[in-house]
């Protein structure tokens, strides 16, 4: 070499990292083959021992079909209208948080049993909440759950060793789920719905209590039909009063005429007055009578009759003096008495009748006044009864379709229908050569690491171009010799 190089060499130091190409790694990695091949082939070796050891895994599937159903839609407690439905896209998306849920999982793990699930989490030394947990994550891992966009229903699958076990957690799955959003989207109204009907029956009952009690210390049967009997018998006392205002000032009224015209009658007056003539004259024409229907109008004693019968006529028209004169009660006058008392008793009855009236008036005024001033709070006691007993009647309608709702939907989910329940797979999936390529492909990169190391720790250049272009001087002729 010339002085310039051997200057260059001595100033080279090793810690200088040398510089190299695509073919100086070829080079270095051919150099340490033996590292390379050592350890790319043990990796390669556990990587097909993994391989082989590997199970077979087996994916059961199932579909569902989601509807719209009336639980999603809002239904208020007490009267209102029912609210919009929401999107189906959030109903999709919803019911696929709810089968992915804990509480679904964990009730499907428990339906299949651990043991039989997941034998080797069951034989581990944890807890029984350690050992779910652990089931749960890896039952998560191998659930899958999808869905497309627009699209109502949800494809479900699930990875296990056992083809029947794959199937039968999933069916245990959507049973499980269907379970669950029975309780959670319709469950506990009944419940709920019943213990709200009893509460607000006790209240209406205490306000009945209460009504009654209020009633029974004012002394009323019943207040609307008391009111309203005491308001007709108020306009009934006010009409009679009226009647017998009337009636009295009638019976006053000829009572005065009565009185007037007994006071303008004498009181005595000449009843009759009789005469001798007279009888002697009625005493002759009977006796004519009497002869004439023994003898003719010419006979005799008729003719004698006839005589004297003219003779008595003659005296009585001359003026017959009264022999005999009677005199009594002028009969008018006591008759206008007797109508006079008749009418006088009649003012006193209606004067009576019309005190007893103001009376009763009074009383019932009283009693009206009574009942008007207690009014409102009869009126708040009954509406408050009213409107407890029409709200436990709500409730309790309600109740009873709560109750409905959830028999139908314990017999049948109307709006989740199960397109395709999960059967056995007949094929499945190895991950043998997944497993056995990623170990050639780990094998290859860590051989050739470890031989690249390798490589990099020896104190030389692995070729002439690499020290050429580490050095900056140029490669005049290479030496055999043994490697350090």
């Given at each position: 070499m010339s002085s310039q190089p051997k200057a260059q060499a001595a100033r080279f130091s090793w810690a200088e990292t040398p510089r190299v190409n695509l073919v100086d790694c070829l080079a270095m990695l051919w150099a340490e083959r033996i590292i390379v091949l050592s350890v790319g082939g043990a990796v390669l070796a556990l990587g097909l021992v993994a391989a082989l050891l590997s199970p077979r895994a087996y994916t059961a599937r199932a579909e569902l079909l989601v509807r719209l159903g009336g639980e999603y839609v809002y239904q208020p407690n007490v009267g209102g209208a029912a609210g919009p439905a929401p999107e189906m896209q959030a109903i999709v998306n919803a019911e696929m948080r709810l089968v992915a849920s804990g509480s679904v999982v964990r009730a499907a793990i428990g339906e299949i049993g651990l043991e039989r699930l997941y034998p080797e989490i069951a034989r581990a030394g944890q807890s029984a909440g350690r050992k779910l947990a652990?089931?749960?994550?890896?039952?998560?891992?191998?659930?899958?759950?999808?869905?497309?966009?627009?699209?109502?229903?949800?494809?479900?699958?699930?990875?296990?060793?056992?083809?029947?076990?794959?199937?039968?957690?999933?069916?245990?799955?959507?049973?499980?789920?269907?379970?669950?959003?029975?309780?959670?989207?319709?469950?506990?109204?009944?419940?709920?719905?019943?213990?709200?009907?009893?509460?607000?029956?006790?209240?209406?009952?205490?306000?009945?209590?209460?009504?009654?009690?209020?009633?029974?210390?004012?002394?009323?049967?019943?207040?609307?039909?008391?009111?309203?009997?005491?308001?007709?018998?108020?306009?009934?006392?006010?009409?009679?009063?009226?009647?017998?205002?009337?009636?009295?000032?009638?019976?006053?009224?000829?009572?005065?005429?009565?009185?007037?015209?007994?006071?303008?009658?004498?009181?005595?007056?000449?009843?009759?007055?009789?005469?001798?003539?007279?009888?002697?004259?009625?005493?002759?024409?009977?006796?004519?009578?009497?002869?004439?229907?023994?003898?003719?109008?010419?006979?005799?004693?008729?003719?004698?009759?006839?005589?004297?019968?003219?003779?008595?006529?003659?005296?009585?028209?001359?003026?017959?003096?009264?022999?005999?004169?009677?005199?009594?009660?002028?009969?008018?006058?006591?008759?206008?008495?007797?109508?006079?008392?008749?009418?006088?008793?009649?003012?006193?009855?209606?004067?009576?009748?019309?005190?007893?009236?103001?009376?009763?008036?009074?009383?019932?005024?009283?009693?009206?006044?009574?009942?008007?001033?207690?009014e409102p709070q009869f009126r708040q006691l009954q509406r408050e009864r009213t409107v407890l007993e029409s709200t436990a009647q709500t409730f309790a309608s309600r109740a009873e379709d709560a109750r409905s709702r959830e028999e139908v939907l314990a017999r049948s989910s109307n709006n989740i229908s199960a397109v395709e329940r999960a059967e056995p797979p007949a094929q499945g999936k190895s991950w043998r050569w997944p497993i056995l390529l990623m170990a050639v492909l780990l094998g290859a990169v860590l051989g050739a690491a470890a031989g690249l190391a390798r490589a990099f720790m020896r104190k030389s250049f692995p070729t002439p171009s690499s020290a050429a272009r580490t050095l900056g001087a140029p490669i005049l002729a290479i030496v055999p010799g043994a490697r350090p």
């Amino acid at each position: 070499m010339s002085s310039q190089p051997k200057a260059q060499a001595a100033r080279f130091s090793w810690a200088e990292t040398p510089r190299v190409n695509l073919v100086d790694c070829l080079a270095m990695l051919w150099a340490e083959r033996i590292i390379v091949l050592s350890v790319g082939g043990a990796v390669l070796a556990l990587g097909l021992v993994a391989a082989l050891l590997s199970p077979r895994a087996y994916t059961a599937r199932a579909e569902l079909l989601v509807r719209l159903g009336g639980e999603y839609v809002y239904q208020p407690n007490v009267g209102g209208a029912a609210g919009p439905a929401p999107e189906m896209q959030a109903i999709v998306n919803a019911e696929m948080r709810l089968v992915a849920s804990g509480s679904v999982v964990r009730a499907a793990i428990g339906e299949i049993g651990l043991e039989r699930l997941y034998p080797e989490i069951a034989r581990a030394g944890q807890s029984a909440g350690r050992k779910l947990a652990a089931a749960e994550r890896a039952f998560v891992r191998h659930l899958k759950i999808e869905t497309a966009p627009q699209t109502p229903s949800i494809a479900l699958s699930f990875e296990h060793a056992n083809a029947a076990i794959a199937a039968a957690t999933l069916n245990a799955l959507v049973d499980q789920y269907l379970k669950r959003r029975r309780d959670v989207l319709v469950g506990g109204e009944y419940e709920a719905f019943s213990a709200q009907t009893t509460g607000v029956g006790q209240r209406a009952a205490a306000a009945s209590a209460a009504l009654s009690t209020f009633l029974t210390e004012n002394g009323i049967g019943d207040f609307e039909s008391e009111l309203a009997a005491l308001a007709k018998r108020a306009g009934d006392i006010e009409t009679q009063m009226l009647d017998a205002q009337t009636s009295r000032r009638e019976a006053e009224a000829r009572a005065g005429a009565l009185r007037s015209q007994m006071e303008s009658e004498p009181e005595r007056i000449e009843l009759y007055s009789e005469s001798d003539a007279r009888r002697d004259l009625v005493a002759a024409q009977l006796e004519r009578e009497r002869l004439l229907s023994r003898y003719q109008e010419d006979a005799l004693p008729v003719r004698e009759v006839d005589r004297r019968i003219a003779q008595l006529q003659g005296f009585l028209a001359g003026g017959d003096p009264a022999s005999v004169t009677r005199r009594g009660i002028n009969p008018v006058r006591q008759d206008v008495a007797s109508q006079l008392y008749a009418m006088q008793a009649e003012a006193r009855a209606q004067r009576g009748r019309e005190n007893a009236l103001a009376q009763q008036r009074e009383e019932v005024r009283d009693r009206l006044r009574s009942m008007q001033a207690i009014e409102p709070q009869f009126r708040q006691l009954q509406r408050e009864r009213t409107v407890l007993e029409s709200t436990a009647q709500t409730f309790a309608s309600r109740a009873e379709d709560a109750r409905s709702r959830e028999e139908v939907l314990a017999r049948s989910s109307n709006n989740i229908s199960a397109v395709e329940r999960a059967e056995p797979p007949a094929q499945g999936k190895s991950w043998r050569w997944p497993i056995l390529l990623m170990a050639v492909l780990l094998g290859a990169v860590l051989g050739a690491a470890a031989g690249l190391a390798r490589a990099f720790m020896r104190k030389s250049f692995p070729t002439p171009s690499s020290a050429a272009r580490t050095l900056g001087a140029p490669i005049l002729a290479i030496v055999p010799g043994a490697r350090p």
